[in-house]
């Protein structure tokens, strides 16, 4: 029963971060977001008993989580006109 609650819990927690990502106006929160996204579902993945694919889910949320933020420094964040 315990793991029923956790998993929807998380669940709960990667639809409010998702939604959060997708209508979030700076574009750092939106990747903090989305790496929290990525957090949550690693919990997921682990508490569902399945280590492999957290751990894969680990490694592409860093990389493309570090990815994101190089290409957010390396671009202007000016405003548009």
Do not use: N, Q, W
Not at 51 to 62: H, N
Request: hydrophobic share 60%.
């Amino acid at each position: 029963m315990s793991e029923i609650l956790l998993l929807t819990f998380l669940l709960v927690l990667m639809v409010v971060t998702g939604i959060t990502a997708l209508f979030a106006r700076d574009l750092l929160a939106s990747i903090i977001m989305f790496s929290a996204f990525s957090f949550f579902a690693v919990l997921s993945y682990l508490s569902l008993r399945a280590p492999d694919v957290a751990f894969t889910e680990a490694v592409v949320g860093v990389v493309s989580t570090t990815f994101f933020i190089v290409a957010l420094k390396r671009t202007d964040r000016g405003s548009s006109r």
